[in-house]
């Protein structure tokens, strides 16, 4: 019998492709661990549904990822809310997200 470390070092593409395949299935919804992220737009409507990382989504969209990784941090708090905030939505061109924030889905909320 070939020692575990032995086996590893003669088939290294293997067990690549194996760490690839479990790394694929703990994906998004697949991951058990990862958390529901919410998007709301500024009147409190649910706009997106992310599991673990929004940042593919908020790309996708063109929606500012960094400003609401921020506002999921501090717990749902809009972004681009005070008055430098709005400037600056309004110089970037990103006025119409103006209040938006992320929020983590309460446990609750999961099991139902």
């Known amino acids: 019998m070939i020692p575990l470390e032995n086996?590893?070092?003669n088939n290294p593409e293997l067990v690549k492709a194996n760490n690839l395949k479990a790394a694929e299935k703990r994906k998004g919804?697949?991951?058990g661990f990862a958390k529901q992220i919410n998007i709301f737009d500024k009147d409190g409507n649910l706009?997106?549904?992310c599991f673990g990382n929004f940042e593919n989504t908020c790309k996708e969209y063109?929606?500012?990822h960094q400003n609401l990784k921020i506002s999921l941090t501090r717990n749902g708090e809009p972004i681009y809310n005070s008055t430098y905030g709005k400037?600056?939505?309004k110089?970037?061109?990103k006025e119409e997200?103006?209040?938006w924030f992320a929020k983590y889905k309460n446990k609750d909320e999961n099991e139902k």
């Open 7 to 9: 086996w590893k070092n």
């Open 29 to 31: 919804k697949n991951n």
């Open 47 to 49: 706009k997106f549904e």
């Open 62 to 64: 063109g929606i500012p």
């Open 87 to 89: 400037s600056i939505a």
């Open 91 to 93: 110089k970037f061109g």
């Open 97 to 99: 997200f103006i209040g």
